[in-house]
């Protein structure tokens, strides 16, 4: 069964930065597989920030265009997601997912919170 997990969430302030990081724990970045980020804030639905197709086309949700970058590094199956300019907004659990045509994985989701 593979795992993912997710790093580098926390506490920033309006302005700030951070960085997520998705580790998996077997080789499961291949060929035709989507990678992304989603985001649950409390008493919403959790929703797509940005994913990563294998052959690297990329696409995020209108509220972190231009603010937020998506990457991911094949060889050590890791997906990450930069986070620039952060608004209280921005304040949800993050979760990690990787699928493909046979499988559908997620992290537990790493907190972010952003205050003013």
């Known amino acids: 069964q593979v795992q993912l997990v997710e790093s580098g969430g926390g506490l920033a302030q309006a302005g700030e930065s951070l960085r997520l990081s998705c580790a998996a724990s077997g080789s499961i970045f291949n060929i035709n597989t989507m990678v992304g980020w989603y985001r649950q804030a409390p008493g919403k639905q959790r929703g797509l920030v940005a994913d990563?197709?294998?052959?690297?086309?990329?696409s995020y949700a209108d509220s972190v265009k231009g603010r937020f970058n998506i990457s991911r590094d094949n060889d050590k199956n890791t997906v990450y997601l930069q986070m620039n300019s952060l608004k209280p907004d921005d304040t949800a659990v993050y979760y990690c997912n990787v699928k493909n045509i046979l499988h559908d994985y997620w992290g537990q989701g790493t907190q972010v919170t952003v205050s003013s």
């Open positions: 990563i197709s294998s052959n690297g086309r990329t």
